[in-house]
């Protein structure tokens, strides 16, 4: 088994900062890209930043230069530091993974539970 557990999320007023996080953990050989997405009341969930095992990102145009997205291979675990954050952030924030349990195996795309973000004005 392999699972995603984020943590981090919370409520805070616009302006502040947030830094979430997703651990991977259980039968893992490697880890391609890892991404955060989000999903607000009433809205499709939608890509916010994804990073390679390379470590090249890619960002929403909501979210450019305010959202960083980081990772730690050595811990299996990727990082959204989220500031300047506005009232429209405010969503269930999902991890998500490329993972590769076994080395004959193909990659799969594993997801978290979700944080919640909640932004107030």
């Known amino acids: 088994q392999v699972q995603l557990v984020e943590s981090g999320g919370g409520s805070v007023q616009a302006g502040g900062s947030l830094r979430l996080s997703c651990a991977a953990s259980?039968?893992?050989?490697?880890?391609?890209?890892m991404g955060w997405y989000r999903q607000a009341p009433g809205k499709q969930r939608e890509l916010v930043a994804t990073i390679t095992s390379a470590e090249s990102t890619n960002y929403a145009d909501s979210v450019k230069g305010r959202f960083t997205i980081s990772r730690d291979n050595a811990k299996n675990t990727v990082y959204l530091q989220m500031n300047s954050l506005k009232p429209e952030d405010t969503a269930v924030y999902y991890c998500n993974a490329e993972i590769q349990r076994r080395w004959f195996e193909n990659h799969r795309e594993v997801w978290g539970q979700g944080t919640l973000v909640t932004v107030s004005s």
């Open positions: 259980g039968m893992i050989f490697s880890i391609n890209a």
